[in-house]
Structures are given as structure tokens and as C-alpha cells.
């Protein structure tokens, strides 16, 4: 009989660090950590954690499930940059889920999902159409964004029951904010 799939599943991509640990279809625990800065410095320790407190470790994984947004911009890279180099260190696939997808789960595939942006908007999805930035005002009676822990539950569920070989890529649906640099670029000087 062959063993059951452990998916390690993790989110950054709001104000907090989430992880599940699924082992087939079975939640083995969730974790939970709100933080609006460090989860570059804390994720790796905050998965370890995880395994450690059910008896697993990376090298017992099977499949990485990773939030790919949209949400955060420096949390989804976070996230996405991490589950990449897991699966290729660990030679185990990494499956990249959107919030939208993770919203929807249990509910109809063309329900409209309304997840939190910047500036009273929201990233707005429904009926297989491409996803979009409007007024928070507009988004009507549409699936919201679940709590962290049952996001990351959610994320490890799809990405267990997902077969894919391509990596995991980053959802944006507006361009960064970042403006260029306004100072001059440093001269730089001969050696003479």
C-alpha cells in the first residue's frame, strides 16, 4: 500500500506567517503568526517548528504548497522565492495556489472573490475572468479572504491534490509601487 503524500503548505503574503502540514487528507496542525515584518527572517525556523512538532522533517516531505498571492508584494516573493528552493533542494514538487483559489474552495468555481488590497480596493475575481484592482465599494456579496490559518489549510489541500512540474510563480495584479531611485548614480572613477 503506498504511503500517504505529507504537503508542507505556507503563506506570507499579508501581515503573518501561516503553515500547514497535511499528511493525505489529514491536517496534521496548522500554525499561525501575524507579523507585518521578518518573515524572510522567520519562515524557515517557523516551518522547522512545524515538522519538528509532529515528528517530520524536510527531508520526509513529499510536495510544498506556497500562497502565490496577490496580496503583499515582498511576502509573496518571500514565500514563492522559499517553496522554489525547497522543492529543487529536496528534488520534490512545489505547487504555487492563489488566494482566489484558495477562497473558493468548497464553494462554486465562478464565485466572485474579493481579497484585501492597498488604498480601500480589493482584488477582485469572478467567473473565470482575469482578476482585477477596484473600489472595495464595488466588490458586493463576494467570498472574502479566510482567516491565515484556514488560508494556509486550504493552500496545502489544493497543492496536495495538484500534480504539476512547473514551479510556483508570483500573482501579481498591479505592478509594484516602488519608485525609482531620485538621487544621481555614483560616478565612478579611473584607477588612475
Known amino acids: 500500500m503506498p504511503s500517504e503524500t505529507l504537503t508542507l503548505a505556507f503563506d506570507t503574503s499579508a501581515a503573518h506567517c501561516a503553515a500547514a502540514l497535511l499528511l493525505g487528507e489529514r491536517v496534521l496542525g496548522t500554525a499561525y503568526e501575524p507579523m507585518k515584518r521578518g518573515q524572510s527572517e522567520r519562515l524557515f525556523v517557523f516551518l522547522e517548528e512545524l515538522l519538528a512538532a509532529h515528528g517530520y522533517t524536510w527531508q520526509t516531505l513529499d510536495k510544498i504548497g506556497v500562497g502565490i498571492g496577490p496580496g503583499n508584494f515582498t511576502g509573496i516573493r518571500i514565500a514563492v522565492s522559499a517553496a522554489r528552493g525547497l522543492a529543487m533542494s529536496l528534488d520534490i514538487p512545489a505547487v504555487g495556489v492563489s488566494n482566489f483559489a484558495a477562497a473558493r474552495l468548497g464553494a462554486d468555481t465562478g464565485a466572485a472573490v474579493a481579497l ?3 488604498r480601500d480596493q480589493v482584488y477582485f ?15 458586493g456579496d463576494a467570498l472574502g479572504l479566510p482567516a491565515p490559518d484556514d488560508l494556509v489549510e486550504r493552500i496545502a489541500r489544493i497543492a496536495a491534490a495538484t500534480d504539476t512540474t512547473t514551479p ?3 500573482l501579481y495584479i498591479r505592478a509594484a509601487d516602488a519608485a525609482p531611485a531620485a538621487d544621481q548614480p555614483p560616478r565612478i572613477l579611473d584607477d588612475a
Open 168 to 170: 510556483p510563480a508570483p
Open 116 to 118: 484585501p488590497a492597498p
Open 125 to 139: 475575481s469572478s467567473n473565470g475572468d482575469e482578476a482585477k484592482l477596484i473600489d472595495a465599494t464595488g466588490a
